[in-house]
């Protein structure tokens, strides 16, 4: 390995990784990726933290990080998941957010880390920008997701769950 | 640290979840309300998933693999308040049980953000955001059927009668609770249990349902034992026959 190995440079690697149900976002934006750690062996210790305890991808997600690192050549790594920092949806990013935004779902409300019902009610249409809108159900087809509609441009839309 | 009072503390929240959580997928298909179908699917798959975290931190403390605790355990194995593994019976009983044990659960993970355990802290700092979802739906349909019609007020009147001594069964103390509470691991099932009752009463408060008198209930005790009514065993075999039949099949 190049001594020029940092965790800056595999974090940028890590970008093409994307959250399979959401194939706009990358783990970088989604927040997900906790630490990237490199010793004095060059063996790479990446963290990740799961967004919901019982999310489905993220083994896949897992897998596509160990791939990219073996990809560029990687051959002492780990890829942990733990909840030592644990994840909310303050921690998508600007990009990430604009990428959701752009993909057709609202950008989850950002929030002081105590969720109240008004947070949950409250989404801005991500078709026309209106705040008028009204939510169905907290519980959406995948468990980060919550459905609302829109009483400006009457679409059905989906928001990022706040959590 | 006290492993085996810890071990004791994270079974019996574990199983309450895997086997709530079951009971809450046979609600996928059959819900009232398709809005309601999707809710208990996804609660399901939220409690399921943090059993199995639950599970990993069992692991690491030296016991079997997830699969292997989850589908390989008898009925008197298994740590879970009675509660849990009764039937769904008719959406009015699913509905009050929903209510009572999230409440519950969102407030131990609340307690347990505290938890001088570090894995548990963290775990529950996490899932007590999930937690707060389930909570507060199961509010929601609380106030709206609670003050709607005098049948279903009716009809969830006989249901929070049915399942409240069942209810006092998630707070039966462990043999463990001096050392939890001296060990700054968890504050105790009684400081729990006086935070619900305060919970409860809240939301009843908001409706046109009557609280049975608190000291009037005799609690279904003996889960926490592995003492179970005749409905979890089924539960448990037709949950493991997958895994049997094939244990690598893949989840
Ligand atoms: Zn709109």
Redesign the interface.
Known sequence: MSNQLSATKIKSWLEVVKDPEIPVLSLNDLGVITSVHIDTNNKVTVEMTPTFAGCPAMDVMRSDVEDVLKEHGIEEFEVRISFDVQWNSNMISEKGRKALKSFGLAPPPQHDLIVDIDIIEHAQCPHCGSENTDMKTPFGPTLCRSMHYCNNCLNAFEQFKPI | MNTEAIKELVYKMADDLLILGHRNSEWTGFGPLL?ED??F???A??????S??MYKILHELGDSEPDTVAFMRNANQFHNAQFVELPNGEYDFSLIRHFLFDSAALLRYQMLTESSYT?LA??T???K??A??HS??AK?WMKQLGSATEESIQRLQNALDEAMPYALGLFEPSPYEAHLIKDKIFAGEEALQILWQKEVESIIEETQLILPDWNSLIPALGGRNGQHTEHLQPLLDEMSEVFKVDPSADW
């Open positions: 809005e999707i809710a699917s996804s609660m798959q939220d409690k399921v998933g943090q199995w975290q894995p963290n775990l700092k996490k899932i955001g999930e707060k979802y507060m739906h929601i």
